[in-house]
């Protein structure tokens, strides 16, 4: 099937085709599908490259998107004896992705991001392809920080972000938030988990691998919260604690897809990770949210940074791991239930826009 796009809009038809990458958790590939509509509405065809036992794999193959496997090893900051071999696997990836491109000739790769994109952005450059990139955090990640001298221009989400991109390659985008986020129904949210209007609803995520932090301590203070509160618990893939389920007001579930949209739009409050997708769709949704980001000592500190960011704009409350008790949980949402006006208001009054149609004219900017 041929897709066209009247690129110059004086009725000249030309053949576009953009090659997508990025993987290794589910925030490196969700900002790609909230750009595949309106890039598919453009009329570009839409390709992907991943890894064969990627997350990104499943998702893409179950929008019907022609997907590429590539080989790719995972980028560490830290000793492991993988680190021997891994670097054999991204220069693998580098040849596999290179040829790929060579034969599909796509007019631009768009990067997300992730252990996998890089043998894609460094097999685009070999091949003169522009690169975009995407990074959500403050700071940029490994994996991107290796990518961005072979790229053309670098998408951020965070106005902090552009004086750490160097080349005057940095634009501040936003990031892109699917549009049926936004188009989730309370009433259906509500009906899924069999909860009436009798009281506010908290919704608790740990990121798309859960938050093994998060879920001992809801669950340690979970009759507590269950006073005030009816609770959606997306608790992580194994994480289910089957001890609860009888427990009239706590549905938990493993992992969220399709209905992911309508009870976010059920739930009054959040507790969650600080991971920059989904507290941008916090904003986005004008949601009142507690933030327990990451701790440094298991991560580069991203999102402590991106959760002081959205404390500093009075968009929420930030909680330490290190510092987290049941009573300290209890007492900080009893603080945010009394101030959940202000902060909806502070959301309200943001300028932070929809990353979407900023990164598409990016895109078609440099298509060629």
């Known amino acids: 099937m041929l897709f066209f796009i009247d690129k110059l809009g004086d009725g000249f038809l030309e053949k576009y085709k953009i090659i997508m990458t990025g993987g290794g958790s589910a925030g490196h590939v969700t900002p790609n599908l909230a750009l595949i509509p309106k890039l598919s509405d453009l009329g570009y065809e839409i390709q992907y490259i991943g890894t064969e036992k990627g997350i990104e794999r499943k ?20 000793i492991d004896i993988k680190n021997l071999s891994d670097p054999f696997k991204v220069l693998k990836g580098v040849l596999e992705a290179a040829r790929i491109i060579k034969r599909e000739k796509p007019n631009i790769v768009f990067s997300k991001g992730g252990f996998v994109s890089v043998p894609v952005v460094i097999g685009a450059y070999l091949n003169r392809i522009p690169v975009i990139i995407h990074e959500s955090d403050i700071t940029p990640g490994l994996a991107n920080k290796i ?31 699917r549009e049926d986020l936004l188009k989730g129904s309370k009433l259906k949210g509500r009906q899924i988990c069999g909860y009436g209007d009798e009281k506010p609803i908290l919704m608790v995520i740990g990121g798309s691998l859960g938050s093994k932090v998060i879920n001992d301590i809801i669950r340690k203070k979970i009759d507590t919260l269950l006073k005030q509160y009816n609770i ?13 389920s009888s427990k009239k007001g706590y549905k938990q579930f493993e992992y969220v897809s399709e209905e992911l949209t309508h009870l976010m739009a059920a739930a009054d409050m959040f507790i969650s990770r600080a991971g920059a997708n989904v507290i941008f769709e916090l904003l986005a949704l004008k949601k009142p949210n507690i933030l327990i980001p990451l701790s440094a000592k298991a991560s580069r500190g991203d999102q402590i940074l991106n959760a002081r960011s959205f404390e500093k704009s009075g968009y929420s409350m930030v909680l330490e791991e290190e510092k987290l008790t049941g009573e300290v949980l209890i007492e900080t949402m009893d603080r945010l239930f009394k101030q959940k006006d202000t902060y909806i208001h502070n959301m309200n009054n943001s300028s932070v826009k929809n990353g979407v149609d900023e990164i598409i004219k990016l895109i078609k900017k440099y298509t060629h």
């Open 59 to 78: 998702i893409i193959e179950g929008e019907g998107i022609r997907y590429h496997i590539i080989s790719s090893g995972k980028l560490r900051r830290y």
């Open 147 to 177: 990518s961005i001298p072979f790229s053309t221009k670098v998408c951020v989400t965070f106005p902090e972000s552009v004086k750490h991109i160097k080349g005057n390659k940095g634009v501040l985008t936003g990031t892109p938030i």
């Open 232 to 244: 959606i618990h997306i608790c992580g893939k194994g994480n289910l604690d089957n001890s609860l």
